[in-house]
Nanobody, 116 residues
Framework: QVQLVESGGGLVQAGGSLRLSCVASGSIFSINVMGWYRQAPGKQRELVAT???????NYADSVKGRFTISRDNAKNIMFLQMNSLKPEDTAVYYCNAVSRVLRYYWGQGTQVTVSS
């Protein structure tokens, strides 16, 4: 089992920045890839960014150049640095981990609200 706890959400004006954190605990050795997803009201959950254990990253087109995903394997923490935030980035952001046997784990979510 893997437990994930997010923090760092909040209210920010358009153009501002926030950094989300996700602390992982439990069977950390089993994690292959971690990522951030988001879900806006009335919309489906969507992928924001992923990072593999070796460091390879992927981003949704909508956040490329503005968001940066990183991972501190020694401390079992993943980050999402979000710059140049837009109102359309408003959503609940979820931390995700996928084990080597393709088991999915989710955090409880953290709200990000960007005002115009």
């Amino acid at each position: 089992q893997v437990q994930l706890v997010e923090s760092g959400g909040g209210l920010v004006q358009a153009g501002g920045s926030l950094r989300l954190s996700c602390v992982a605990s439990g069977s950390i050795f089993s994690i292959n890839v971690m990522g951030w997803y988001r879900q806006a009201p009335g919309k489906q959950r969507e992928l924001v960014a992923t990072i593999f254990s070796g460091g390879t990253t992927n981003y949704a087109d909508s956040v490329k150049g503005r968001f940066t995903i990183s991972r501190d394997n020694a401390k079992n923490i993943m980050f999402l640095q979000m710059n140049s935030l837009k109102p359309e980035d408003t959503a609940v952001y979820y931390c995700n981990a996928v084990s080597r046997v393709l088991r999915y784990y989710w955090g409880q979510g953290t709200q990000v609200t960007v005002s115009s």
